[in-house]
Nanobody, 123 residues
């Protein structure tokens, strides 16, 4: 599975962005997809994930209520809708996928990673 993240940019606090994660491979619909982010000098942290059948979604406490993850398996795409952005959300955002669907909040559980897209939120 190859992943391509896009949609980042420079926005002001309170604005919205929608990130996309486009995947190649027929088996993508079977994979759990997660979004992680990494700010300079910080560890990569879990943001959100969605299971293969979209029934299970998870969010970090810091984004719950502001971000929404969704997927369309027919389009091999996962989106992360980010609303009410805050300067603390500034980071490089990565999408990742795993087949097993376990430990979905841990980066080391994911076998495939996209290249990252920069999100910068100014105050």
């Amino acid at each position: 599975v190859q992943l391509q993240a896009s949609g980042g940019g420079l926005v002001q606090a309170g604005d919205s962005l929608r990130l996309s994660c486009a995947a190649s491979g027929r088996a993508f619909k079977s994979y759990t997809v997660g979004w992680f982010r990494q700010a300079p000098g910080k560890e990569r942290e879990f943001v959100s994930s969605v299971g293969w059948n979209t029934q299970r979604t998870d969010y970090s406490d810091s984004v719950k209520g502001r971000f929404t993850i969704s997927r369309d398996n027919a389009k091999n795409t996962v989106w992360l809708q980010m609303n009410s952005l805050e300067p603390e959300d500034s980071a490089v955002y990565y999408c990742a996928s795993q087949l097993r669907g376990v430990n979905n909040k841990r980066p080391d559980a994911y076998a495939y990673w996209g290249q990252g897209t920069q999100v910068t939120v100014s105050s």
